[in-house]
């Protein structure tokens, strides 16, 4: 709960002595420690916060989520990964997802490995006749021990990737990066503010020329879902605080909150 109501701090020091208390044995010894390492670097204050205004919401399986986005990006398609393009690791995972351009010559894709050993990395490819290059690794400055993927490289060269790397706000966080014509990072890559970014899972955001955007997240979702969600920049200021409890209505700081089917 102190991790879901963003008090990290409280929450690293809740996992630690659950994780002493209950010993080799404990019964949820593995999400502690995943939680733990969740909460150890989050670099987060709520100044930090965006305003946001949603305007399309829509339920979808987490593998097939992209194909309920229409962005208004000239040009742009989202497509399945290629089989050329999938290791033999990656056929017996997720298919995954991909963002092109029209006359597009570089793509970024995530991918297993040839063994799948190291987790989801970012890899890219030329594409020149219809045919690909060679993979080659976006590296250590994008890809880490963690998973990296549903990257998004726009037309301006920024890289857009989601990662559930320590230091994110938990779970996959929307990272960005710069990148140069040969489609290699060439920035460090940084996350994107709350509430684009959640303690939930979010990933495969794509921006829209009039500061819109698409992405997908869990964040309110039945369990085994998501939603797709189209969004827009907001006016107003964020209004931070938690509802401990709430039986039908609450109004505080100027908005009303109703609670409908728990």
């Known amino acids: ?133 060679e993979p080659v690794s976006l590296g250590e400055g994008v890809n880490s021990v963690f998973d990296e993927k549903d990257a998004y490289l726009s037309k301006e060269g920024m890289l857009y990737f989601s990662s559930n790397r320590p230091g994110g706000l938990g779970g996959f966080d929307i990272y960005a990066v710069t990148c140069g014509q040969d489609g290699m990072p060439t920035g460090v890559p940084y996350r994107l503010p709350y509430p684009i970014n959640s303690v939930n899972d979010d990933f495969f955001f794509i921006p829209e020329d009039n500061g819109g955007a698409w992405l997908a997240s869990d964040r309110a979702a039945v369990q085994g879902r998501v939603d797709a969600y189209r969004v827009g920049l907001g006016q107003g200021d964020m209004a931070t605080g938690s509802i401990a409890w709430s039986t039908d209505e609450v109004e505080q700081e100027g908005f009303v909150l109703r609670v409908f089917s728990n």
């Open 1 to 133: 709960l102190a991790q879901l109501e963003y008090d990290f701090e409280r929450a690293r020091d809740l996992y630690a002595a659950y994780l002493v208390s209950g010993g080799k044995k404990a019964r949820f010894k593995m999400e502690a420690e995943r939680g733990a390492i969740e909460c150890a670097d989050v670099g987060w204050s709520p100044d930090e916060a965006v305003s946001l205004e949603v305007h399309e919401r829509i339920p979808a399986d987490p593998a097939a989520a992209f194909r309920y986005y229409n962005p208004d990006v000239e040009g742009l398609r989202l497509i399945a990964t290629p089989n050329d393009l999938r290791s033999k690791a990656d056929l017996r995972a997720e298919q995954g997802s991909m963002a092109l351009h029209d006359g597009d010559t570089i793509l970024v894709f995530s991918s297993l490995g040839k063994k799948g050993s190291a987790g989801w990395d970012l890899w890219k490819v030329s594409v020149r006749a219809g045919t690909f290059s």
